[in-house]
């Protein structure tokens, strides 16, 4: 059974709408991070997260917001979508107790029109 | 301070072949390495984990060591089937609970 899961897999924006990334982890960890993927960039660093109700910027924060309102739950905000945010998400957990290795989801794909 | 290369871009195979990736790995402290594998359309998954200490691991046919005269780590396979088709990363640890540190990674593609 999936430990992180992600919804939706896959969505179509507008430009300039708001887009909420949700993901849900039952692997009772107490970290979670949120990436993006491109096409010749790797995975990136958005936001991550220690502990439910607090938030950290990771390496490319500009123009998201993040949420944990649980230890299960972690959302990905987008205010007003652009053009360039079109890429695949990725959520992940992670705990001391597993020396920080980090479990995925399996991906949300975001195109922005 | 710490930096990873990982120099194979693209690794093409065909079945039954030898794998190996190399990954060298610059750092002051004694690091730990992980290495993810990710298949077309799903997320990265942890495959090996290998440190200075103990110098192997091994899972799913796959053997990651770490050469101390090189500071490398290596990823080989014996024999790869076209299903080892992916994206493999070599990510290092961090001490906390920070993000990991994704590079572009090796793309293998085994054909039969």
């Known amino acids: 059974e999936a430990a992180v899961t992600q919804s939706p897999r896959s969505k179509v924006a507008v430009t300039g709408g708001k887009v909420t990334l949700s993901c849900h982890q039952t692997n009772n960890h107490d970290y979670m991070y949120w990436y993006r993927q491109d096409t010749g960039h790797g995975l990136r660093l958005i936001h991550y997260?220690?502990?439910?109700?607090?938030?950290e910027k990771g390496d490319i924060p500009d123009g998201y917001k993040a949420s944990r309102p649980s230890q299960e739950n972690f959302s990905l905000i987008l205010e007003l979508a652009s053009l360039s945010q079109t890429a695949v998400y990725f959520c992940?957990?992670?705990?001391?107790?597993?020396?920080?290795?980090?479990?995925f989801g399996p991906g949300t794909r975001l195109t922005v029109l | 301070g710490n930096s990873v290369t990982q120099m194979q871009g693209q690794v093409t195979l065909s079945e039954e072949e030898f794998l190996f990736i190399n990954c060298t790995y610059s750092?002051?402290?004694?690091?730990?390495l992980f290495w993810y594998v990710q298949y077309p359309g799903e997320g990265p998954q942890l495959l090996l984990k290998?440190?200075?200490?103990?110098n192997k691991g091994s899972s799913r046919g796959f053997e990651a060591t770490y050469d101390k005269g090189t500071t490398s780590f290596h990823l080989q396979k014996a024999s790869v089937q076209e299903s080892d088709s992916a994206v493999y990363y070599c990510v290092p640890r961090n001490n906390y609970a920070q993000g990991l540190t994704f590079g572009l990674g090796t793309r293998v593609s085994v054909f039969p």
């Open positions: 997260s220690y502990v439910a109700d607090s938030t």
């Open positions: 290998v440190t200075t200490a103990n």
């Open positions: 992940a957990s992670s705990d001391v107790d597993n020396s920080y290795e980090q479990y």
């Open positions: 750092t002051t402290g004694y690091p730990t």
